[in-house]
Nanobody, 122 residues
Framework: QVQLVESGGGLVQAGGSLRLSCAASGSIFSINIMGWYRQAPGKQRELVAGITSSGSTNYADSVKGRFTLSRDSAKNTVFLQMNSLKPEDTAVYYC????????????????WGQGTQVTVSS
């Protein structure tokens, strides 16, 4: 079993900053991809940012230039630095990780955090 522990959500004024953290633990051999999705009420869940095992990053167009995804591979942890926040960034943010597990021959498996609320006031 793999667990994802998220932190850093909260309430912030427009133009402010937050940093989200996600730490993966458990039966992890390696992590293929790790990152963040978000879902606002009445909307589809969308990719915010992801990072591969090689360090390659991918961002949603709506957050490019404002959000930065980084990682601490030794701790299986990713950080999402969110600057210049806008009200439209308000959503529940979900950490995700595509994980290769010890003692498994079934390939990688996608795990999700429980979500952390980010609210940006006008």
């Amino acid at each position: 079993q793999v667990q994802l522990v998220e932190s850093g959500g909260g309430l912030v004024q427009a133009g402010g900053s937050l940093r989200l953290s996600c730490a993966a633990s458990g039966s992890i051999f390696s992590i293929n991809i790790m990152g963040w999705y978000r879902q606002a009420p009445g909307k589809q869940r969308e990719l915010v940012a992801g990072i591969t095992s090689s360090g390659s990053t991918n961002y949603a167009d709506s957050v490019k230039g404002r959000f930065t995804l980084s990682r601490d591979s030794a701790k299986n942890t990713v950080f999402l630095q969110m600057n210049s926040l806008k009200p439209e960034d308000t959503a529940v943010y979900y950490c995700n990780a595509d994980v290769f597990r010890y003692y498994s021959d079934t390939g990688s498996f996608r795990y999700w955090g429980q979500g952390t609320q980010v609210t940006v006031s006008s």
